[in-house]
Each structure stands twice: as C-alpha cells, then as structure tokens.
C-alpha cells in the first residue's frame, strides 16, 4: 500500500478548520485535523508546500517512521506549527491503519478501559446570576462537570471565558473574529477577592456532586496562585487551570506546598518535552495536551503513558478550535487511557458541523460514546468544504489596568 495523494482544506461553519486528506492506491484514505486556532494558514501552507510531497509514495502503516521522519528529519524541532502539521499526518495515517483492520481506533490502543468518557461543559455569565443560570443549563442536559468563569465587579465584562451578553446567551463562546486582537483589562485583586464567593454559591445551590472546573488562564504570579488556590481548597474543585505560566515549571513546587487542589496544565504546551518534568516530578494532576497540537495520536499516547507511571490523568483540551476529526481521535484515547480523567468539550454539533463531518459519535448524559465505525469513526465531505472560506480573527490581548500587556 502506497500513498498517492493527500490534500489541504482551510474552512469550516464559523471556524477555519484545517482538514488533511491522505489518498492511497487502495482506495482508503486517511483524515487529519492541523486546525491552529488563529494561525491556521500557517499550519496549512506548511502542508502544502513542505509535507505532502514527501508522504508521497511511502505506505501509510508505518506511521512511527513516518513520524520520527518529520519531527528528527526536521533541523528546527517542535513548535506548535509543525507539531499540529505532523499531528495531522498522523492522525490520518492512524485512521487508514484502523480501517485497514476494520476496527475502531481505541481497539488498535489495547481496547476500552470505559464505555462513556466524562466531558466538561463551558458555563459562563457576565455576572453571577448569568453565570448560575448557564450552570444550571448544562446540568438540566445531564452534564455531571462545568467550568465555569464569571465576571468580576468593577472588571470590564469582556476578559477571557466571560460573556458580555445576557443570560439567555447560556452557550456563549468567545468570538476571535477581527483583523486586529481586541484588548481585554484584568485586575488581579479583584479576581481573588472575587472568585471564592463565587464557588461558595456554586456549591449552595449545585451541591457537592457537581464537578466545578476553573481556568485562571496563567493570570496568577506563582505566589498569587498559591495563596488563591489555598483559599478555594473548601470548595473541592475537580482541577484549578493554568494558574501560573508554565514557563518557569519550578515555580509549580510553591503551589503544591500550599495547598492540595489539583492542578491542570498543558493545552498550550506540544510536546512530552514542555511537561515531562511536570509529570515525573508530580506538579501536576491533569495533563491538557491537544492531539493536534502536539504532534497527533503516536505522540500524545507517549504522553499519556508516562503521565500514567506518575499518578496524572488525561484532561485534554477540546476548544471549538478542534474539528471533529481531532475530537475523533481524542475520544478514542479517551475509553481506552487507564489515566483517563476528563475531557473538555464545546458542543461542536450543529447542522452544518455535522453535515461537513458526519459521524455516528454521540454525547449522553455528560458521557462522550464513540462508535464502532472503522477507523476514527469521522468522514469529510469533500463537496461541502467548498462551500466555506477562511476568515482571519485573533486571540484577544490582555492589558492590566495601567496598561501593560498580560497573559492571555
């Protein structure tokens, strides 16, 4: 078996889906997700004008050489452009693999460890009362775990995961749309005096059973996370994320003396070496890694298992920004990782999303089921995708209130 084509597709409905298609001699072919949110094009000419040309003519079964080809064929390593290129590839050849077995992915990754994985919800609200009404939202759906962000008294509405709109806006998501970054005010002090009330009225109301998820998106200093994180212990969240910047991994161990409240790090991070060490050294409990950006399935499951020799679980990052396709190949891991934690997903199911990626995949009860399709269970209308063009947008920038630039 031969590879004798593959090609590149940029759009989707409302997102720039970057969607690989591998062909082979056989008639099978392959499906890759390189989507990176707001640099798409990148991730896409570099496809195009320096991968494709070389999977021509290789047999798609040997996806390690294929792999250790691209990352130590490369001179410059890593980076999320390459990595999400070379996780494309691998999660289409990955997808011929399957359906040259005729068998579901996770059955070539040893089998299911569960049925249905766990998924989070976004819930969010320009104040409290937005913020409890999106909850119970997502709960009356039969969601059993939601991250939730609130806006903060005296903070501009617009700052990351929170809505400006009203509380009939439950399933509000941050638009990137724009040709320059819009600029967002964060107050340190605020937040932290801010939040803990917020959790307290999110344990009256919900109860104990709910699990509350919460990303401070690296906005803390070290010791700011560690002294808010000790704060919000009696409220037993699931995971605090992103507290502090990971640059500077060391600063993880002044958390950890602090307080027990379990920390998830790792959707912006691409490869095993941007966490290793927080994995060995068990700062960390929820390893967040994408299989886009970090190079595909034969990378992450690398990951997955050295988290696993180390007490952390899977907690995967599942943005609107991943297509189905790479939402596929996560949910596959996700029944079959013995560490399996959580995994973070934005309902991607609209009519048009479906039609572009039809799949029998299905969400229950707040329990993600893949199906027993062939491969990673998702198909691409080739027809469809030209119906859509790309359109560029940014991440917001973050400015605190004198002016200096912050973490996004």
Same mark, same amino acid.
């Given at each position: 078996?031969?590879?004798?084509?593959?090609?590149?597709?940029?759009?989707?409905?409302?997102?720039?889906?970057?969607?690989?298609?591998?062909?082979?001699?056989?008639?099978?072919?392959?499906?890759?997700?390189?989507?990176?949110?707001?640099?798409?094009?990148?991730?896409?000419?570099?496809?195009?004008?320096?991968?494709?040309?070389?999977?021509?003519?290789?047999?798609?079964?040997? &996806?390690?050489?294929?792999?250790?080809?691209?990352?130590?064929?490369?001179?410059?390593?890593?980076?999320?452009?390459?990595?999400?290129?070379?996780?494309?590839?691998?999660?289409?050849?990955?997808?011929?693999?399957?359906?040259?077995?005729?068998?579901?992915?996770?059955?070539?990754?040893?089998?299911?460890?569960?049925?249905?994985?766990?998924?989070?919800?976004?819930?969010?609200?320009? %104040?409290?009362?937005?913020?409890?009404?999106?909850?119970?939202?997502?709960?009356?759906?039969?969601?059993?775990?939601?991250?939730?962000?609130? #806006?903060?008294?005296?903070?501009?509405?617009?700052?990351?995961?929170?809505?400006?709109?009203?509380?009939?806006?439950?399933?509000?998501?941050?638009?990137?749309?724009?040709?320059?970054?819009?600029?967002?005010?964060?107050?340190?002090?605020?937040?932290?005096? /801010?939040?803990?009330?917020?959790?307290?009225?999110?344990?009256?109301?919900?109860?104990?059973?709910?699990?509350?998820?919460?990303?401070?998106?690296?906005?803390?200093?070290?010791?700011?996370?560690?002294?808010?994180?000790?704060?919000?212990?009696?409220?037993?969240?699931?995971?605090?994320?992103?507290?502090?910047?990971?640059?500077?991994?060391?600063?993880?161990?002044?958390?950890?003396?602090?307080?027990?409240?379990?920390?998830?790090?790792?959707?912006?991070?691409?490869?095993? /070496?941007?966490?290793?060490?927080?994995?060995?050294?068990?700062?960390?409990?929820?390893?967040?890694?994408?299989?886009?950006?970090?190079?595909?399935?034969?990378?992450?499951?690398?990951?997955?298992?050295?988290?696993?020799?180390?007490?952390?679980?899977?907690?995967?990052?599942?943005?609107?920004?991943? &297509?189905?396709?790479?939402?596929?190949?996560?949910?596959?891991?996700?029944?079959?990782?013995?560490?399996?934690?959580?995994?973070?997903?934005?309902?991607? #199911?609209?009519?048009?999303?479906?039609?572009?990626?039809?799949?029998?995949?299905?969400?229950?009860?707040?329990?993600?089921?893949?199906? %027993?399709?062939?491969?990673?269970?998702? %198909?691409?209308?080739?027809?469809?995708?030209?119906?859509?063009?790309?359109?560029?947008?940014?991440?917001?920038?973050?400015?605190?209130?004198?002016?200096?630039?912050?973490?996004?």
């Amino acid at each position: 078996m031969k590879i004798t084509d593959a090609k590149v597709f940029i759009g989707g409905p409302k997102k720039n889906y970057v969607t690989l298609k591998i062909m082979t001699d056989q008639g099978i072919y392959g499906l890759g997700d390189a989507t990176l949110n707001n640099r798409e094009t990148l991730t896409a000419a570099y496809l195009k004008d320096y991968l494709v040309q070389c999977l021509i003519g290789k047999d798609p079964r040997q &996806s390690e050489d294929i792999w250790q080809y691209f990352y130590r064929g490369a001179y410059f390593r890593r980076g999320p452009i390459a990595m999400a290129a070379f996780g494309a590839i691998d999660m289409a050849l990955w997808d011929i693999k399957a359906k040259i077995a005729g068998l579901p992915l996770y059955q070539l990754f040893g089998g299911k460890s569960r049925e249905g994985a766990l998924v989070y919800a976004h819930a969010t609200g320009a %104040d409290l009362a937005h913020l409890l009404d999106s909850i119970a939202n997502y709960v009356e759906q039969g969601y059993k775990a939601v991250r939730v962000q609130c #806006g903060i008294p005296g903070m501009p509405q617009e700052s990351y995961g929170v809505s400006s709109k009203g509380a009939t806006d439950k399933d509000f998501i941050t638009s990137f749309t724009g040709s320059v970054p819009k600029e967002e005010i964060w107050d340190t002090d605020k937040y932290v005096r /801010y939040m803990p009330t917020v959790f307290e009225r999110i344990r009256e109301r919900f109860g104990d059973d709910l699990k509350i998820l919460h990303d401070v998106h690296h906005r803390l200093l070290p010791r700011e996370a560690a002294a808010f994180a000790k704060t919000i212990e009696p409220f037993n969240l699931f995971w605090l994320e992103d507290p502090t910047p990971a640059e500077d991994q060391a600063s993880l161990r002044l958390l950890r003396q602090h307080s027990t409240i379990p920390i998830a790090i790792g959707e912006v991070f691409n490869s095993i /070496y941007d966490c290793h060490q927080l994995i060995q050294q068990e700062l960390i409990d929820f390893i967040r890694v994408a299989v886009t950006y970090a190079g595909g399935i034969t990378h992450v499951k690398r990951i997955v298992d050295l988290a696993g020799l180390h007490h952390v679980r899977t907690g995967f990052h599942g943005a609107p920004s991943h &297509s189905p396709i790479s939402m596929a190949a996560q949910h596959h891991l996700n029944v079959w990782a013995p560490n399996f934690g959580i995994q973070e997903y934005l309902v991607l #199911g609209t009519p048009e999303c479906d039609a572009l990626f039809p799949s029998e995949h299905k969400l229950e009860d707040g329990l993600f089921y893949v199906s %027993d399709a062939p491969g990673l269970g998702v %198909d691409f209308d080739e027809a469809l995708a030209g119906q859509y063009e790309y359109e560029q947008g940014f991440h917001p920038v973050t400015r605190l209130a004198d002016g200096t630039v912050w973490n996004y």
